[in-house]
């Protein structure tokens, strides 16, 4: 591992390095996102993003680092496993965080979802009120 | 070259476990909690990452890939339990 | 519980990465272990059985790769502005829920569309509604109507690539005509 600054390797792991640092400052971004950001949909930002580019970088550190072909698509399958599951779970974490409350209403600029909930929610009132009234 | 962005990604890596657990244990709700615990299982599947482009080796791979499974199906369990636990006084 | 046949073609998608994922897990890409591969996969096709996906049949490689590095690129650039708001900005952050409507009502494309919104940081699905197919996104710093409306077009744009790659002709020809306009 010793740097030749003229050879190939060098710059390889030139690449790496780099690739190493800027993924591990993806995951301090999230923690610091994290620990900043005032309501849960907007920590729900910073925790799983970054991470996606994160993995990414390190993952190409591995293959830059390993020199074999066979490694990329075992890297490849590792990542595309991330980029199904990250958005489920921000998904069903973002929805229950939007229904539970979890959110600061004066830092919206629009809610435009907010309407056709109540809509829906009065709906459903009515619906049960004329449905079976006496349970009311 | 290695060794010192060993030392580096270690320590930003510190920082940033130690971030999620502020998180954890401060969050003032179950979700976010559960946000903070994923974060913190992928700051540990990157440390791995970093420990295998630096050692070059492939043993952890398929414990990187198990960590952000085990980390998905804990939040979107959780979310549903939430969900559910929330909504039932207003559905009644 | 009637069994619709679905055709190889149809299935190929599916074998093809339950194949590339097996040979992935073991880390041996000899032919044998791919053809073991594919025995298993076959199997596990036809024994647990899914609803199949409606695929339109078409995909088109020649908008697929631009696409993904266009997609690349704006991970990158949204990852570092998701870093900087968190380090800059922090608690005085402004966010929106936005309501975009879409042209498609296949489910895969709707799936897709999501899904690269989400990977996307700075916004999030919240939820959807699939009888009109419209996405309600949860989006960071967005403190101006015109930011609403950028979001807007922003993801109607995704959605154009994505049907460009993989959409129905019916759904590329009103892309087409909506881009001539």
Known sequence: MSPDPTGLDFWIDLFSAVFMVVGAVMSLGAAIGLLRFPDLLSRMHAATKPQVLGLFLLLAAIGLQMRTWWVWPVLVVAWIFQLLTVPVSAHMVGRAGYRTKHLHRELLTADELEAVVQKAAAKTAREDSSGDGQLH | ?92 | MSRRRISLRQELPLLVWLVIVWGALWQDFSPGNLLFGTLLAVAVARLFYLPPVELSGRFNILYAVPFALVFLAKVVVASAQVLYLAVMRGPQVKNAVVAVTLRSHQDLLVTATGHVISLIPGSLVVEVDRSTSTLYLHALNISSAEDVDNLRAEVRSIEAGLIRIMGTREEVDAVRTEAAA
């Not at chain 2, 580096?8 to 976010?32: C, E, M, Q, Y």
């Open chain 2, 1 to 92: 070259m290695m060794q010192t962005v060993l030392v580096l990604t270690a320590v930003i890596f510190s920082l940033a476990a130690a971030g999620a657990i502020i998180r954890i244990a401060r969050g003032p709700s179950l979700l976010d909690r559960v946000l903070a615990a994923d974060v913190l299982l992928a700051i540990l599947g990157g440390a791995l990452c970093v420990d295998m482009a630096v050692n070059r080796h492939l043993n952890n791979l398929m414990l990187v890939v198990a960590i952000s499974i085990i980390g998905f199906i804990g939040s979107v369990t959780v979310a549903r339990f939430v969900a559910d636990r929330r909504e039932q006084p207003d559905e009644s």
